[in-house]
């Protein structure tokens, strides 16, 4: 139903903080009206926001969803759960266990304020099921790979051409059935330069020619993938994807840290996107070069990558890795961030209807936050508020497409306890297996 959000103190990249704020939002999910103290539409649900900040959804551009199963337990050992023994492994989860999985993820990163998600991995059925049920914008790929991802754990590459078929079948058939459904859309995932083959990313290439679809992969996430891939063909990770003809605004890919100088260049001229995992990065020692893939002209957006869901956690932290590792660099503020975080992000991403904006015409995208929190207070800058101090519990409501997702911290459309004590338990069966 149409709602009038009273009273908000309204926050996008384009505009700063307004106080006293009166949002209309039609039937359809659109912003029809924008002012202060706007008269009362007819018919619209009346919510008195409290002078609550009011901010677009967050665009949260690169997650696996199931992976929060590693949360906690990888970060003091490895850089990714697929190169690293000891911990559960995706090719072990049934389809089954990876819903139950992929509903707790989703379900996070919408509590914590992400409207538009990007989510790929193993199982890209069970991915595209749990988002529907919540219903915001998903864009869906099947992780792709056909290195054996048995060895990868070990550390050996180990072509499995039966592993690539399947994978590649999963992520035809999640696009075929899903595409365009509610507000679900498809990508293609390959995983990564030294988990795919040559012919792999060429079949990926000219699917993505052929179906117009952007292409999400892992790039320069390890030293080892440099070595490898160097190995392997002679030349660094991005120069691979070069070769291949991927580098382009359609490709997003995630971290981009072991680059050289020529890389970044490159990757840059290229216009490629970025989706920027500051959180999971410093967690293991390492910081993507922001500042020089910025001034080389990448497009750059923020993401969670799963190890937490905290999108204002990652504009600060996006912040502290890129002064620290440019020099106490104050080329970046709160207001660059928090654009990566919203139009940005909606803009480098096509398919999915978000803007990541707020203005008349927009679809009904949208943030509350606690309008008692202390840490929110005082209200002066508001960019400066959200990357320096917010965090996810601060997220009280969240609208996509003028529906309510959550209110109250609790979502509308699943039994929050149920959800997880639903996945705490696949989780409890799963970790069993990995120390036994």
Not at 105 to 121: H, Q, S, W
Not at 137 to 157: K, N
Not at 214 to 232: C, F, K, P, W, Y
Request: hydrophobic content about 45%; overall charge negative.
């Amino acid at each position: 139903m149409a709602s009038h959000l009273k009273n908000v103190t309204l926050l996008t990249p384009d505009s700063g903080m307004q106080k006293g704020i009166d949002l209309a939002i039609d039937d359809a999910g659109t912003i029809t009206a924008i002012g202060a103290a706007l008269p009362p539409t007819p018919g619209a649900e009346q919510i008195d926001a409290r002078g609550a900040l009011c901010l677009p959804g967050l665009v949260n551009t690169h997650n696996h969803s199931p992976l929060m199963i590693v949360r906690g337990m990888i970060e003091d050992v490895s850089f990714a759960p697929a190169y690293t023994p000891g911990v559960p492994q995706g090719h072990w989860l049934s389809d089954e266990e990876t819903l139950a999985l992929a509903r707790l993820g989703v379900m996070e990163m919408l509590c914590a304020g992400a409207t538009t998600i990007v989510d790929y991995y193993r199982c890209p059925e069970a991915l595209a099921q749990a988002a529907a049920e919540f219903g915001l914008r998903a864009q869906i790929g099947g992780r792709v790979m056909d290195m054996d991802s048995a060895a990868l754990s070990e550390g050996r590459f180990v072509r499995d051409d039966a592993l690539g078929e399947a994978t590649l079948g999963a992520a035809l058939a999640v696009q075929e059935k899903w595409d365009g459904k509610g507000r679900i859309s498809t990508i293609l995932a390959p995983h990564a330069p030294d988990s795919c083959s040559r012919q792999m990313f060429e079949t990926m290439r000219d699917l993505a020619a052929k179906s117009g679809k952007q292409v999400h992969t892992h790039l320069s996430q390890s030293q080892m993938e440099v070595d490898q891939i160097r190995a392997r063909e002679g030349l660094t990770p991005t120069e691979f994807l070069d070769d291949l003809g991927l580098l382009s605004p359609d490709l997003i890919a995630a971290h981009c840290i072991f680059m050289s100088d020529s890389d970044i260049a490159r990757f840059g001229k290229a216009g490629a996107v970025l989706a920027h995992a500051p959180i999971g990065n410093a967690s293991f020692g390492a910081a993507a070069p922001i500042k020089a893939l910025h001034g080389a002209g990448a497009t750059i957006t923020l993401c969670t990558d799963t190890k937490s869901a905290d999108m204002f956690e990652a504009m600060r932290m996006a912040l502290a890795t890129a002064r620290w590792r440019a020099g106490m660099s104050f080329d970046f503020d709160a207001a660059t961030v928090f654009d990566w975080a919203t139009r940005g992000g909606a803009a480098a991403l096509r398919g999915h209807g978000a803007t990541g904006m707020l203005r008349v015409g927009d679809p009904a995208d949208l943030v509350l936050l606690d309008a008692d929190a202390p840490n929110l207070r005082p209200q002066i800058d508001g960019a400066g508020l959200l990357a320096h101090s917010a965090s996810a519990g601060n997220v009280t409501d969240v609208m996509v497409g003028g529906d309510w997702l959550v209110r109250g911290h609790r979502p509308t459309r699943a039994d929050m306890s149920e959800v997880v004590q639903t996945a705490q338990t696949v989780c409890d069966r799963l970790w069993q297996r990995a120390r036994g």
